[in-house]
């Protein structure tokens, strides 16, 4: 097969391995992306040679896993991931393999891998390696394990996870065996990190054929092994809502707990189940507190520019499916003209209201920025420190002729 970029790129790290008398091959998800004719992320390749004598064959690496064969090689201002050839004898408790033994066989090497189209290599020619069928199977839109799946899925659950979220990126079938395990052990996943779970389900969320998928974790059921999932949470509009087209995990999340139906204190105990960050976990709950709500001058304060944009394009799907980018752009005009954006750019301070009104600090402060702040966002009140002055001495003389 004719390479190009990146590959090509990466092509120097495979010839001083060889150099050295050290097998070498791209392998797993660059190997699969290549065949579908799919954008390549990441470079991975794989080696007989052993870490230590990886790190010593180039000028820079990172330790990132050495103890799992794995050390990154800077080339040429690109990081690639150059793991050892290993066998993942031992599991512990169907998680993480308990120690992993360096090995010289790359067909080994492949065949401890989690799903056939992930099970493939591409040496230096582009000639693939493939001894588990990955091709036939990418050719024939079916995601499956390599080897037993309920063997595959004892050793490690997540692969259940995994099998699921390439199913939404690619548009795959799920192999009936794979499938028919995967109902079987689904309580297998009970024994997965949330930390795991949740790079999984992000890359679920985010896929281009994430109706199916969801529809796959509820006929297995094994969204009973997720966090704070219910069955009847999981209706038809929140299946269909196009996740794809959000851009940040904080809208992804966002669209997440607003369809789902919770209210705040549900969302805010869901996010930290699934033990997001707490900036992560504020900006989801911004974001979805705000999708269907009317856009005046103190929402849209409130909120900010980011919120404000993210929670009106979840609206926008919810309802239409699709993004109106005229509105997007209007929004975004109504912001920009806000008169104010922040309190602090109020033309008066508390220290100001304190000396115009020469009393001391007390609550009567916020609350008086609070309705100077209105005021000014409504356009009723111009802000400059002499008019909004006039202004409340005007509201003061009000309240006595009241
Ligand atoms: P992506 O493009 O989303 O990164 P990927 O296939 O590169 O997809 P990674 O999670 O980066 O996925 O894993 C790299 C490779 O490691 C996979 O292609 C697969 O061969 C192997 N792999 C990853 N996770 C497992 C697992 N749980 N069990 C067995 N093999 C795995
Ligand atoms: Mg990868």
């Keep these: ?21 050290h097998q070498a091959y791209f392998v797993g998800g660059a190997v699969r992306d290549v065949l579908l004719g799919r954008e390549i992320g990441d470079i991975d390749i794989a080696t007989d040679a052993t870490p230590d004598t990886v790190e010593s064959l180039f000028e820079k690496t990172v330790d990132v896993g050495k103890e799992h064969g794995t050390v990154i090689v800077l080339h040429d201002g690109v990081s690639y991931e150059v793991t050892t050839f290993r066998t993942e004898s031992e599991y512990e408790d169907f998680r993480r393999p308990k120690e992993v033994a360096f090995i010289t066989s790359l067909k080994e090497d492949l065949l401890r891998r989690d799903l056939t189209i992930n099970a493939m290599a591409m040496d230096i020619n582009g000639e693939i390696i493939d001894h588990v069928g990955g091709k036939q199977d990418i050719e024939r839109k079916r995601i499956q394990t390599v080897g037993d799946p309920a063997c595959r899925f004892q050793e490690d659950a997540l692969r259940m996870m995994r099998a699921v979220r390439f ?14 395990a995967m109902k079987k052990d689904k309580h297998l996943l009970a024994n997965i990190s949330v930390e795991r779970k949740k790079i999984e389900m992000e890359k679920l969320l985010k896929g281009r054929h994430c109706q ?11 969204y009973e092994e997720l966090p704070g999932l219910k069955a009847d949470r999981l209706h038809e509009s929140f299946q269909a ?3 794809y087209l959000l851009d940040g995990l904080d809208e992804i999340w966002g669209a997440f707990i607003h369809l789902l139906g919770l209210d705040k204190e549900e969302a805010v105990s869901f996010l930290k189940e ?25 929402n849209m304060f409130k909120a900010g520019e980011h ?7 979840i609206t926008q799907l ?17 912001y920009d003209a806000l008169p ?46 002499e008019a909004i002055e006039e202004w409340l001495k005007a509201c003061d003389q009000q309240l006595e002729n009241d």
């Design 307 to 313: 919120v404000l944009l993210s929670s009106l394009k």
């Design 241 to 243: 809502f196009p996740y």
């Design 1 to 21: 097969m004719q390479m190009n970029e990146p590959f090509t790129h990466a092509i120097p790290i495979l010839h001083t391995l060889h150099e050295h008398g």
């Design 212 to 222: 199916q998928a969801i529809q796959l974790l509820i006929s297995t059921k094994l």
């Design 340 to 385: 104010i954006k922040k309190l602090q750019d109020l033309a008066v301070s508390g220290k100001d209201l304190m000396a115009f009104r020469q009393k001391t600090s007390g609550k009567w402060i916020a609350e008086e920025l609070d309705l100077v702040k209105k005021a000014v966002l409504q356009n009723r009140l111009e802000n400059r420190k």
């Design 318 to 334: 919810k309802h239409e499916r699709r993004i109106f980018f005229d509105e997007l752009e209007a929004a975004k005009h109504s």
């Design 167 to 180: 199913l939404s990126q690619l548009g795959f079938e799920l192999a009936d065996e794979t499938a028919e």
């Design 274 to 298: 699934w033990k997001l960050s707490t900036k992560l976990l504020k900006d989801a709950i911004a974001i979805s507190q705000y999708v269907d709500c009317d856009w005046d001058a103190e």
